[in-house]
Structures are given as structure tokens and as C-alpha cells.
């Protein structure tokens, strides 16, 4: 485990814990002041179209920003990586604005009772574009292995957010909270604008499986994290939008500790992907990934349940109720041991469709299982399915992961 430790900070993995740890604190911020400067009813709009929106984020640009850095990552010339960007981030702009398009057709139909909710999501639509600036730039400097610049642009751009959202926020309520996060994104474009070009580089590169592996990682991504959307989604049309907003603050603590789990994976996926082939490599990451974080998944437990009151309570009194705080914490630590780890390592491996399957059905459970515990079970229902759910997900990953990992 020490050597682990130690091959993580000389990947740059102090920098990009450190990017990660002010990205989440920073989003967690926002999400206190918003809860704190917003009427809840209001914020608990905000809290659905934000969740609608985040069905949408991982198929940015039909997931080319996947196929960049896998892709990117394998290739030895810098001068090919430029040449890739620019192709892949020309061609993926062109359907973003098709993508954002739809959202905002998908919203009108979903929501046409409440017009409050597709306004908020046409002004969300911005985000959604400067998503796709921000995600590109990310996934060209991790292919470049350049974590330092990678960490960087994540810091700027979470610390212009918390500043922007909350001075916003507290000047205009909600419509400032929706702009800061509207404009955010953006500020990408102050480490340069990206280079355009939409004709097919001569690379060794099966850009058919670009592609393809773009879109399935991206639509994988996308269905896994419906698991995390349906509750918020479902309580919001079987209980109520202040329920809603419980959900959400009481799960923004739980879901954020997952950061833990993706600072390791982010730090070495670009390798695991240049290794995809070895499969000594693999094993000996995935045993000392398990090490580490048995030793944080049970600390997060023991600590968690006696901190939670204080916590819930930094978001304001009427959120201080830790019932569903305290089920969430083994949804954490069954994700950080199991579904992190395994979902990454297929995905760098070349196999997300497993990543998909498992998704899809996982996600039909969820369904079904939210419509029949909500209107019996509530809050603490919808909980510990997400518990249920996550720990499910990371088992058929890791028994499909070991089944690849066979033929390599």
C-alpha cells in the first residue's frame, strides 16, 4: 500500500486530490449558501432541473472527450494529440448544439406543467455548452499527462463558481444562483481557445472505434449516474419539491466522499489505459486500491454517524433531520470498494459495454423499486435502494471485470 501511495503522488495525484477536494468543497459550499439564500420551494426547483440536466452532461459532445482521452493517452507524439483534439472537440461541437437542442424539446414535454422548471432548464442549456469547453480541455490535458494543468483549470474553475454563485446567490436568489452556474463553466476559455478542425487527422487510429467507444463510455456514464438522478427525479413527483431538497442536501455529503474513490482513479486511468493489455498491472492496481480504501470506508462509517446533526446543520435548521444522511454512508462506502473501481477499470480496459448493460438493468430496478417504496417508505425507502442498488452495480462489475480480464 505504501508503494501505491507513493506511485499516486508521482503521478501529480497530490495536484489532482487537491483539485478535487476544493472542486467538492466548493460545490458543496454553493449548494449551503444556495439552500441558505433560496426559499426552499424555490431551491427545490432549482434542485430538478439541475437533475435533469445531469442526465444530459455525460453524452457531452456524444462523449468525445472518452475517446480523447483514452485515445490521446495511447499516443506517443504530441503533435498527433493536437491533431486529434482538434478533430475530436470541431466534430463533437457540432452535436452539443444538437444535444442542447433536444434537452430543451425533452424538458418542454417532461415539465409542461411547470414552465418554472423549462425556463430554468433553457437558461441551464448555457451550462451545458460551456460543459462541453470545460470537459474537452480536461480530458486533452490528462491525455497529455499533464496533471498539473489539469488541477489547475478544475481549481479555477471551482473557485470562480463558489465566488460568482454565492455573492449571486445572495444578491438575486435563485435567478443569481442559475447564472453564476450558467457562466461558470466558461471560464475555461481563459486557458485558450481550442483549435477547430473538422477533417479526419491521419493517425494510427481506428476512428470508427473512437467512436463508437466515445459514445457507448459517454451513454454508459450517463445511464450509470440515472442512479443517482431517478430518487431526487421520483421524489419530486411522488412527495414534494422541499422533500426533493432534503434528498439532496442530506445526499450531497455521502455522494461527495465518492471524490475519494475518483482522485486514485483520475490520477491513474491515462496508464491504466496505456496498460490495458497488462494484466499483471491491472491486478496489482485493483489490490492496492482495495487496501487503501477498506481503511477509508471504514473510517468514513465511524466518523459519519456521529458528525451527521452538525453537518445537516451547516445547510440551516430545517434540514438536520440524518435519518437518510446515515443510510447513505454505506451507499459511500459500497461505491468507493466496488463500483468505482471496477466501472473505471472496465471502461480503461476497452469493455464499457459492460459498464452499459449492468447500467440499464440496474437503472430498470431502481425504477421500479423507487415507484413501489415512495409512496410506502418515503425518503428512507428511496435510501436504502440506493444503498441496495450501488452495491449490486459494483458486484456485476467486478464479476464482469474478472471475466475479461481472462482474455487479456
Known sequence: MTAFIRSFFAGSGGWIGSAVLVSRLSSFLLTMFAARFIVKEDFGMAVLALNFLGFFIPMTGLGNYQGMLRYGSMLEDDVQRERLAAYSFTVG???????????????????????????????????????????????????DFDNRKFSFLEIAH???????????????????????????PFVVLLFGLPKLNSRR?????????????????????????????????????????ASAAQYR????????????????????????????????YQLSYIKSYWRLMFIVSVAIIALGYPAAGLLLSL????????????????????????????GNMLASIGKSKWNLVIALFLNALVLIGLVVVLPDYGL???AWLSVFSLTLSGVLSAAAYFHELKYI
Not at 249 to 278: R, W
Not at 319 to 333: E, G, K, P, Q
Open 93 to 143: 461541437l457540432w452535436l452539443q448544439w444538437v444535444l442542447n437542442a433536444a434537452m430543451i424539446v425533452l424538458a418542454g414535454f417532461i415539465y409542461r406543467q411547470q414552465p418554472e422548471i423549462v425556463w430554468i432548464i433553457c437558461l441551464l442549456s448555457v451550462r451545458f455548452l460551456g460543459i462541453y469547453f470545460l470537459e474537452h480541455r480536461k480530458a486533452e490535458l490528462r491525455a
Open 158 to 184: 471551482a473557485l470562480f463558481a463558489l465566488a460568482l454563485g454565492g455573492l449571486l446567490s445572495y444578491f438575486l436568489g435563485l435567478r443569481g444562483y442559475l447564472i453564476a452556474l450558467s457562466v461558470s
Open 201 to 241: 487527422p491521419q493517425l494510427q487510429i481506428n476512428f470508427k472505434e473512437f467512436w463508437r467507444f466515445s459514445w457507448i463510455t459517454a451513454l454508459t456514464s450517463q445511464v450509470s449516474d440515472w442512479i443517482f438522478m431517478l430518487d431526487i427525479l421520483l421524489i419530486g413527483i411522488y412527495l414534494s419539491d
Open 249 to 280: 442536501v442530506s445526499s450531497i455529503i455521502p455522494m461527495n466522499l465518492l471524490a475519494i474513490g475518483y482522485i486514485f482513479l483520475q490520477t491513474e486511468y491515462p496508464k491504466l489505459c496505456k496498460y490495458s493489455h497488462d494484466r499483471n
Open 315 to 342: 445547510f440551516g435548521p430545517q434540514y438536520t433531520d440524518a435519518s437518510v444522511f446515515h443510510i447513505l454512508l454505506w451507499a459511500t462506502a459500497s461505491s468507493l470498494l466496488l463500483r468505482i473501481p471496477f
Open 380 to 382: 428512507i425507502g428511496a
